[in-house]
Structures are given as C-alpha cells and as structure tokens.
C-alpha cells in the first residue's frame, strides 16, 4: 500500500510563512502527479496547488502569486511554499497523491492525514 506523510503545518502570523511538505511512500508506487487541499469549517475541500509528473502546475486563483508547489519525482514528494499568508489561509491541508502500483494498474488517490494550518494576529 501507499502512505502518504505530511509535515509543516503551523500557527503563522499574517503575512508570513510556512513550508508544507509531503511525502509518499511505496516500493512499486509510480505518481502521476501530487497535490495539495484545504479544508476550512462549514466549507468543502478544495484544491489549492497541484504538479504533474511532468512538471505542469495549476493553482487557485485565490492562491496565485503567494503560493509555489515543488515536486521530487525521484523522491515522490511535493513541497507547498505559502508566503505572504492571510487569515482565509486558515484551514486543515491534505496531501493527495495520485498514481498507480504497478504499470498496467488504475490510478488510485491516497491522502494524509490532515496538518492544521492557522494565520492569526
């Protein structure tokens, strides 16, 4: 199976910065890409920045310009850089990996287990 590990998360102040990280692990798993999610009370998941195996990345519009996704193919981990943080940024952030097993397998979707992130003065 696939485990997905995440670490980063924190209380920050308006305005500053904090650095997700997030790991898969799996001696078979190939990824096709890898992403990152938030969720904040009385609202649904969304998505906030996600990079392909290839490289492309695609972001929400609220978080362009302040947030930067990385990935390590090699490694299969993927880095959220959030800068110049806002009190909306307040949320739990999930890591989704999406990739298959084995060559001729489906893709599957494997999560971690949540890291608060809050921005507060």
């Known amino acids: 199976q696939v485990q997905v590990v995440e670490s980063g998360g924190g209380l920050v102040q308006p305005g500053g910065s904090l650095r997700l990280s997030c790991a898969a692990s799996?001696?078979?798993?190939?990824?096709?890409?890898m992403g990152w999610y938030r969720q904040a009370p009385g609202k649904q998941r969304e998505s906030v920045a996600i990079?392909?195996?290839?490289?492309?990345?695609n972001y929400a519009d609220s978080v362009k310009g302040r947030f930067t996704i990385s990935g390590d193919n090699a490694k299969n981990t993927a880095d959220l850089q959030m800068n110049s943080l806002k009190p909306e940024d307040t949320a739990v952030y999930y890591c989704?990996?999406?990739?298959?097993?084995?060559?001729?397998?489906?893709?599957?979707?494997?999560w971690g287990q949540g890291t608060q992130v809050t921005v507060s003065s």
């Open positions: 990079i392909t195996r290839s490289g492309e990345t």
């Open positions: 989704n990996a999406r990739g298959r097993l084995w060559t001729w397998g489906s893709l599957n979707d494997y």
């Open positions: 799996g001696s078979t798993i190939k990824l096709a890409s």
